[in-house]
């Protein structure tokens, strides 16, 4: 499946069919008012979609980041999203690999992410715990917090990530 299917950034005239992934594929979480705003109000982001034909399927949010020591030296990756009937085929993975790389190429050095250590530890995530989140999480969610270095990056710092507005809801780091 995912030779069919064609990943480019996104742009303002694909904003719809991005807001209109990600009910489907968090029915339990209403995760549109972040995405909408890093995408409407210019915040520095890599927006990253899968298509088949004109239709999108996937998609996934790098926002540039960084501590107070290195800015702009990190990305955060989330949210990444696959309509619920195509999971399993790779879509997730393939939008993974392709912001990673270009990632790399903007000079990032690491890429954050909140997410389970099962399904990211596959790209290189390991356990972080020397920048923490802007609102402390949950203790059940400890392991989710997770970095990568890309190619011979250095570490950002220590410190606490500083993210655009849009992430700064408390809601969006805890249940």
């Known amino acids: 499946m995912t030779n069919r299917i064609a990943i480019r950034a996104t742009t303002k005239d694909d ?12 029915p339990e979480e209403e995760l549109r008012p972040v995405v909408s705003a890093l995408l409407e109000e210019g ?20 926002t540039i980041c960084g501590t107070e020591a290195r800015c702009r030296a ?11 009937s195509l999971h399993r085929l790779g879509l997730g993975s393939a939008l993974v690999h392709a912001g990673l790389e270009r990632l790399e190429g903007m000079g990032i050095d690491q890429v954050f992410v909140l997410g389970d250590p099962a399904y990211y530890q596959r790209f290189g995530f390991s356990l972080e715990r020397q920048v923490s989140t802007p609102y402390p999480l949950p203790k059940e969610w400890a392991d989710a917090w997770q970095s990568m270095l890309l190619g011979s990056g250095e570490p950002i710092a220590e410190g606490r990530l500083l993210l655009p507005k849009p992430w700064m809801e408390p809601a969006l780091w805890g249940p």
């Open 15 to 26: 904003l719809e069919q991005v807001l209109a992934l990600y009910p489907k594929a968090f």
């Open 74 to 84: 990190g990305a955060l990756l989330g949210p990444l999203a696959v309509v619920p």
């Open 43 to 62: 915040s520095d982001v890599l927006s990253l979609a899968g298509f088949d034909n004109e239709t999108l399927v996937s998609h996934a949010l790098f």
